[in-house]
């Protein structure tokens, strides 16, 4: 009978795994493969598609634009017009003209009614009359005409306003794409920074499920041995808080996961504002040596004061309000411009020929003799301008500076703290260890093996800060030198 028994429970089970395999193998078939995102790729998607980068790169096409146009100064200006208008004659006017038309036929009727000394001067006097009474039956109402004029013209000389005007476009150029590089430079930070924030959380979700697993068996080992009259309903009930308390933090764990998850899809500009599920950030890995080398303070600062792009759009606008000073002082120069022009109008037919053509050449000088100040006064705007942005050139400075030397100082102690929580945490996990086996021989309070238990997942917690801490530090302070930015150029 027990060997039936036996053969019943073994037929039981390999069923129980057969399903088990199958149901294994339905759900890998249609779970999506797994993909691991690198912080490479999610900046990579995060510059190709984050709304706010594309409209800094819209400013800087028209940037562009304004450059081309400032450039056109210097090249001659042709334009050719047409006009044709029809016009209708007001009553008044149509009525005077055929009263002038009348008296001119009542003039030439008296002449012609004189006596002519020749047959010459007889037939002048009727061509006369026939012409009149023509011109009084041909008064139009309306008048048709037209106007067609073809002209060049070349700015010679405006006090170097032109070649003024063409810097500040020029170096406005610049200040915008210096712009977009420091807009670009925030946003690969950002995305470090949720990147590295999704790699933390679900470091923390791996010490949560086995601080669940560790509360899970010593609670079922409690039951056991309360049942066997071997232990309190106390330490029970102990394990039972501690497990709860430890599904709170992981709940607490995923939450965070979850949200940190959605900051980095938003940088991404992820359609529905979330990382697929089969979407993974890479695992912390072991740190190497270079990541645990603290580079020099010095040979970063020159990096920073030469990349970043905040710095060098201050720079240029330095630059451009000086050629705006410049652009205001062609005010106080006289304007001197040539021209040309070949122009022809007629009525009652569009038609021209080339007798009906006039040409016109000319040189125009302006000079502004008096404005009430008002040029003076803008030079000293643009001037004060400058100033401006010299000063907050060298606010900049300053806060470059700062930058690069609090992120080698947070490097150089993430680096320690790294240490630190990796040696304290293998400490801690071996005095639990212990702990626990004397709590298990009746050896030590259950108060301890709590003590320590806690103190392993806090420990674990620091040493997982840590290490991504150092992930962050290294990203900080590459973007403090503006290195980021050369490894994603726009241009």
């Known amino acids: 009978m027990r060997s039936f028994y036996g053969v019943v429970a073994c037929l039981l089970l390999l069923q129980a795994l057969l399903g088990a395999n199958a149901r294994a193998e339905t759900d890998t078939a249609a779970a999506p493969p797994a993909e691991v995102l690198t912080l490479h790729e999610a900046q990579r998607r995060a510059i190709e598609g984050y709304p706010s980068l594309k409209a800094v790169g819209e ?46 036929l009542a003039a030439s009727g008296a002449t012609a009614g004189l006596p002519s000394t020749s047959v010459t001067g007889s037939i002048i ?30 700015l010679l000389f405006n ?29 690969l930070q950002a995305v470090a920074q949720s990147y590295h924030a999704v790699q933390l959380f679900r470091e923390r979700i791996r010490i949560a499920e086995a601080d669940i697993a560790f509360n899970a068996r010593l609670l079922k080992e409690a039951k056991l041995r309360n049942e066997a009259g071997a232990a309190s309903l106390s330490e029970v009930l102990n394990f039972e808080v501690r497990s709860r308390a430890a599904e709170a933090a992981l709940n607490n764990a995923r939450n965070d996961y979850a949200n940190a998850r959605t900051a980095l899809s938003v940088l991404m500009n992820m359609e529905d504002g979330t990382l697929p599920e089969n979407v993974e950030v890479e695992t912390l890995g072991v740190e190497t040596e270079e990541q645990m080398s603290l580079p020099d303070g010095e040979a970063a600062l020159q990096t920073a004061m030469a990349s970043r792009p905040d710095l060098m759009r201050s720079q ?74 010299e000063y907050q050139e060298d606010e900049a400075a300053l806060g470059v500076v700062s930058d690069v030397r609090q992120a080698v100082e947070d490097l150089s102690t993430a680096q320690k703290q790294l240490v630190l929580q990796r040696d304290n945490a293998r400490y801690v996990e071996k005095n639990r260890d212990l702990v626990a086996q004397e709590y298990a021989a009746g050896q ?48």
């Open 316 to 389: 240029w606008a330095v630059k451009r309000a000086g050629a705006t000073v410049g652009q205001r002082r062609a005010a106080l120069y006289p304007s001197v411009a040539a021209f040309a022009s070949r122009d022809a109008s007629q009525g009652g037919n569009s038609r021209f020929g080339e007798d009906d053509f006039s040409t016109t050449v000319g040189l125009n000088v302006s000079y502004d003799i008096f404005t009430g100040g008002r040029n003076r006064a803008q030079i000293a705007e643009a001037k004060h301008a400058q100033k401006e942005a």
């Open 59 to 104: 400013r800087v096409l028209q940037a562009g634009a304004r450059v081309r146009q400032a450039r056109s100064a210097w090249l001659p200006q042709v334009e050719a017009s047409w006009t044709g208008s029809h016009t209708d004659l007001s009553d008044v006017d149509v009525e005077s003209a055929r009263r002038g038309a009348r008296s001119a």
């Open 444 to 491: 030590t309070s259950l108060a301890l093996l709590n003590q320590s238990q806690r103190d392993l997942v806090e420990a674990e917690g620091n040493l997982a800060l840590a290490r991504v801490s150092l992930l962050a530090a290294w990203h900080t302070l590459r973007t403090a030198t503006g290195e980021t930015v050369k490894d994603w150029p726009l241009d």
């Open 125 to 154: 006097r009727l061509r006369n009359l026939a012409g009149g009474a023509a011109a009084l039956g041909g008064i139009p109402e309306s008048v048709d005409s037209y106007r067609v004029s073809l002209g060049a013209s070349y």
């Open 159 to 187: 006090g170097f306003g032109r070649k003024h005007t063409t810097a500040v476009a020029k170096y406005g150029d610049r200040e915008t794409r210096a712009a977009r590089d420091e807009a670009t430079r925030l946003l």
